[in-house]
T-cell receptor, first 112, second 112 residues
Framework: KQEVTQIPAALSVPEGENLVLNCSFT??????LQWFRQDPGKGLTSLLL?????REQTSGRLNASLDKSSGRSTLYIAASQPGDSATYLC???????????FGTGTSLTVIP | EPEVTQTPSHQVTQMGQEVILRCVPI?????FYWYRQILGQKVEFLVS????????KSEIFDDQFSVERPDGSNFTLKIRSTKLEDSAMYFC??????????FGPGTRLTVL
């Protein structure tokens, strides 16, 4: 069964700092990987989707990379802002199904 | 921009009661999903639905759960006899193909 792990569980940084969130998965036979943002008590906002054939995707200050063979993805956030404070979730879909397997998330706090 | 909507945003019920959670997927989407997130835990897959039938379900999705697409727009999750441990945030998602899922804002279910 696919297991998704995110490190660190929590991260606190001063405003303006660049940061990296990590995601690892046990089964490298993935169809795609998606990064989400979740604000407290709210739904899931899709940030970036990386297909298995891709190595990275960029959107504004966000860049996500994928190394399928090693079972890892990173989400890079440049010039962090207090509004980036949220929980960031990584999720993968394997080739054998269409369900997402989610990590437990990284809770990010950006201090003004 | 089209989005997935869910009603109600918060549902409170007594243990043993039946509840129906409602979702309106994005109109041209073909695949529909339910996930749940118990407070402080991972988002977990419950069921996927395609072509008017369940295509995949997790071990969580037992006989107490059912899904239905009663008309061309709604997608519902029914829990027949709620238990305390059913208290969670329930997310509906839809996709045009198995490529990218779009999530609704969630329904918070509280079982007393």
């Amino acid at each position: 069964k696919q297991e998704v792990t995110q490190i660190p569980a929590a991260l606190s940084v001063p405003e303006g700092e660049n940061l990296v969130l990590n995601c690892s998965f046990t089964d490298s036979a993935i169809y795609n990987l998606q990064w989400f943002r979740q604000d407290p008590g709210k739904g899931l906002t899709s940030l970036l989707l990386i297909q298995s054939s891709q190595r990275e995707q960029t959107s504004g200050r966000l860049n996500a990379s994928l190394d399928k063979s090693s079972g890892r993805s990173t989400l890079y956030i440049a010039a962090s802002q207090p509004g980036d404070s949220a929980t960031y979730l990584c999720a993968v879909i394997t080739n054998t199904g269409n369900q997402f397997y989610f990590g437990t998330g990284t809770s990010l706090t950006v201090i003004p | 921009e089209p989005e997935v909507t869910q009603t109600p945003s918060h549902q409170v019920t007594q243990m043993g009661q039946e509840v129906i959670l409602r979702c309106v997927p994005i109109s041209n989407h073909l695949y529909f999903y339910w996930y749940r997130q118990i407070l402080g835990q991972k988002v977990e897959f419950l069921v996927s639905f395609y072509n008017n039938e369940i295509s995949e379900k997790s071990e969580i999705f037992d006989d107490q759960f059912s899904v239905e697409r009663p008309d061309g727009s709604n997608f519902t999750l029914k829990i027949r006899s709620t238990k305390l441990e059913d208290s969670a945030m329930y997310f509906c998602a839809s996709s045009l193909n198995t490529y990218e899922q779009f999530f609704g804002p969630g329904t918070r279910l509280t079982v007393l």
